[in-house]
């Protein structure tokens, strides 16, 4: 006796209310996860594979659909739907999958950058990491930078066949880089073993790069920085990769800044902010300092009387260089009142006589926090 088919709604995992859509949608899922390809290991996917696609090919079709929903998989038996189903014949793969690029080819045989007819590819890209100062990352510098890369042979021009000689049509996949052979109702692809995907074959290799089309060279490269740009940015140089290989694309070299601490000072966005002391009668009566830039240059900097620890003084367009495009940032001065450590007794004196004029308040109240937030 014949086992008993579960509900095609239940093997989609879907409503009987379900829209096409939907119906598609989880079909696609299952698909996917159920596919040989991906699950070669075991075999009970094949079943779970051809169930779900049995069940898709059903319900994607509404005279089927209406036929199942009225009399089950009795009547789909009895007028010649399902009952014999066959997956070589299920015509739906390409309504499933065709508009997400052959999803089945790139996850599963062999997708990505393929080999073309005469065997191009496009170069590899490479990264470099390069530390950079607070003072480069703030105006701009040129930068060389040494980087190990592939580049083409010039002994046979990237050909990888010495002179006299080319490569050849792969006679095994005839040019694809692919074998496809069939296991039950599914065609599977894999890398040709003689060409190993390239799609053509070397039978006299150049002698400098071994066939390869590339010889390993280091080479010296100028970096432009960008005034005002970002830490961790990325840096895009194209052609500046890996070389293609059988006439290919060079790939692209990306530059990843990282930028240095700084001794004296911090960046947000486009300001700079440092940190200055000044001492009690400074903060008291006001004063006038001289302030040092990112730039080495020296700005006055008026301190009003009765400045508070902490207060942030501005120095408008000290700061960095706003990226592609003009004007800067500024510089922000936070104050740090500095309390002496050790008195004379004269000065000790002087304290006290300051302190008993001032009435200073023995019990005071706690900081208003709520004030002090909303100030800042």
């Not at 880089?177 to 150049?206: A, D, K, L, W, Y």
């Not at 947000?268 to 040092?292: F, R, W």
Request: charged share 30%; with cysteine.
């Amino acid at each position: 006796m014949a086992s008993k088919k579960r509900d095609y709604y239940e093997v989609l995992g879907v409503e009987k209310t379900a829209e096409k859509e939907e119906i598609k949608k989880a079909y696609r899922k299952l698909a996917m996860q159920y596919h040989p390809d991906r699950n070669r290991d075991n075999p009970e996917t094949i079943e779970k594979f051809k169930e779900a696609t049995e069940a898709y090919e059903v319900l994607s079709n509404d005279e089927k659909r209406s036929t199942y929903d009225r009399f089950g998989h009795e009547g789909l038996d009895a007028s010649g739907g399902a009952g014999n189903f066959d997956p070589r014949n299920f015509s739906g793969f390409e309504d499933i999958f065709g508009s997400f690029g052959n999803i089945f080819e790139n996850l599963f045989g062999g997708g990505g950058r393929r080999a073309s007819a005469t065997g191009a590819r496009h170069g590899q890209d490479l990264r470099y990491d390069m530390e950079i100062t607070l003072e480069e990352a703030c105006f701009g510098a040129q930068k060389r930078v040494e980087i190990d890369r592939r580049e083409s042979c010039d002994t046979c021009n990237g050909s990888g066949a010495a002179e006299g000689s080319k490569s050849e049509t792969c006679q095994d996949c005839g040019g694809s880089g692919q074998i496809r052979r069939n296991q039950g109702f599914f065609s599977i692809s894999t890398t040709c073993p003689r060409c190993r995907g390239e799609g053509r074959v070397i039978s006299n290799p150049c002698t400098a790069c071994r066939g390869s089309g590339q010889v390993k060279r280091t080479r010296a490269i100028q970096v432009r920085i960008p005034p005002g740009v970002d830490d961790d940015a990325r840096l895009k140089m194209s052609g500046e990769g890996e070389a293609g290989m059988r006439g290919g694309y060079s790939g692209d070299l990306y530059i990843v800044l990282h930028t240095a601490p700084h001794r004296h000072f911090e960046r947000h966005g486009n300001d700079l902010i440092c940190e200055i002391p000044i001492s009690i009668t400074q903060a008291a009566l006001g004063a006038e300092v001289t302030v040092p830039t990112l730039e080495a240059k020296q700005v006055k900097l008026k301190i009003p009387p009765g400045t508070q620890n902490e207060s942030i003084m501005r120095i408008r367009g000290q700061g960095a260089q706003h990226l592609n495009r003009g004007g800067r940032g500024d510089m922000l001065v936070k104050i740090d009142v500095r309390i002496p450590e050790s008195l004379t007794s004269k000065q000790k004196q002087l304290l006290r006589d300051f302190a008993a004029q001032g009435a200073e308040n023995a019990a005071p109240e706690p900081a208003d926090l709520f004030a002090r937030r909303k100030n800042r």
